[in-house]
């Protein structure tokens, strides 16, 4: 059984900075992809940005040139830094790994538990 713990979610101003951590957890072998979606409060669950275990990231059009992905392979975490955030980035955070190499199987979609976000002054 593999579990993804998120951490560093919280209340910040606007144009502070947060820093998400999330830790997967189990007989893992490797993970292919390991990323981070969130989800506001009516909204659809959106990807941020997603990194492979070949070191490439993909990030979305809202998370450009704010957010940085960073992943430690070996260790089987994945942060996100969040810079400059903005109220519309309240949202709960979620952490995903897909293409999970377990004993004997593979797993994909594994989700954390969620991380809330909350940006206001």
């Known amino acids: 059984q593999v579990q993804l713990v998120e951490s560093g979610g919280g209340l910040v101003q606007p144009g502070g900075s947060l820093r998400l951590s999330c830790a997967a957890s189990?007989?893992?072998?490797?993970?292919?992809?390991m990323g981070w979606y969130r989800q506001a409060p009516g909204k659809q669950r959106e990807l941020l940005a997603n990194?492979?275990?070949?070191?490439?990231?993909n990030y979305a059009d809202s998370a450009k040139g704010r957010f940085i992905i960073s992943r430690d392979n070996a260790k089987n975490t994945v942060s996100l830094q969040m810079n400059s955030l903005k109220p519309e980035d309240t949202a709960v955070y979620y952490c995903?790994?897909?293409?999970?190499?377990?004993?004997?199987?593979?797993?994909?979609?594994?989700w954390g538990q969620g991380t809330q976000v909350t940006v206001s002054s």
């Open positions: 995903n790994a897909d293409g999970v190499r377990v004993r004997g199987s593979w797993l994909y979609d594994v």
């Open positions: 189990g007989s893992i072998f490797s993970i292919s992809v």
């Open positions: 990194s492979t275990n070949l070191g490439v990231s």
